[in-house]
């Protein structure tokens, strides 16, 4: 099973500020297989980035996703109000996993 | 727009069996892969099982493998889950998700997910 450990655990910074969340896999994601989603309290998760890099529908460019193999990363450009929340990854290469997630809250 | 509401949750003694629904609409449900996912309280998210648009192929966790059964049919739009053997460690919100691939018969991400409904295994 593909482990993916996400750091850091809570990211605590002010809107207009820059997120950079990191989800490392315990062995390499077979054709960048990886997703990233947003959750927020009381609702259900939303799909940010699939294939490591391509934003889903409707989601605004200051989302970027990133990397290859083992280490990837989902950028926030510059933080919107809206955008707090905790924020999971899952990679689809093999089975499916998740990682434990990252909460990014106002400092 | 879709919607995925789920239903079928609630407090249930270890060793005995739930079913769950999730009933879909705003999209052509037989055209599509289907997830359950799960959420302990306090844990992260945790996939369960994945069925192919037509039901021919599916997928399970190790962790409910030989338990847990899911099923769909087509004709009402409709998502099942079939827990059986329940455990405390089961206990957790069930949801429904959508997998993105026509015609998939492989499991891949998720496009849309349901709230979820409680399941709570205790004696």
């Known amino acids: 099973e593909i482990v993916l450990t996400q750091s850091p655990g809570t990211l605590s910074l002010s809107p207009g500020e820059r997120a950079t969340l990191s989800c490392r896999a315990s062995?390499?994601?077979?054709?960048?297989?990886l997703a990233w989603y947003q959750r927020k309290p009381g609702q259900a998760p939303r799909l940010l980035i699939y294939?490591?890099?391509s934003r889903a529908t409707g989601i605004p460019d200051r989302f970027s996703g990133s990397g290859s193999e083992t280490d990837f990363t989902l950028t926030i450009s510059r933080l919107e109000p809206e955008d707090f929340a905790v924020y999971y990854c899952?990679?689809?290469?093999?089975?499916?996993?998740f990682g434990g997630g990252t909460k990014v809250d106002i400092k | 727009q879709v919607q995925l509401v789920e239903s079928g949750g609630g407090v249930v003694q270890p060793g005995r069996s739930l079913r769950l629904s999730c009933a879909a609409s705003?999209?052509?449900?037989?055209?599509?892969?289907m997830h359950w996912v799960r959420q302990a309280p306090g844990k992260g998210l945790e996939w369960v099982t994945f069925?192919?648009?037509?039901?021919?192929?599916?997928h399970y966790a190790d962790s409910v493998k030989g338990r847990f059964t899911v099923s769909r049919d087509n004709s009402k739009n409709t998502l099942y889950l079939q827990m059986n053997s329940l455990r405390s460690e089961d206990t957790a919100v069930y949801s429904c998700?959508?997998?993105?691939?026509?015609?998939?018969?492989?499991?891949?991400?998720?496009?849309?997910w349901g709230q979820g409904t409680l399941v709570t295994v205790s004696s």
């Open positions: 705003g999209f052509t449900f037989r055209s599509y892969g």
């Open positions: 062995q390499s994601v077979s054709s960048s297989y």
């Open positions: 294939d490591a890099s």
């Open positions: 998700a959508r997998d993105p691939t026509l015609w998939g018969y492989d499991s891949n991400y998720f496009d849309y």
């Open positions: 899952q990679q689809y290469g093999s089975s499916l996993t």
């Open positions: 069925i192919s648009y037509d039901g021919t192929n599916k």
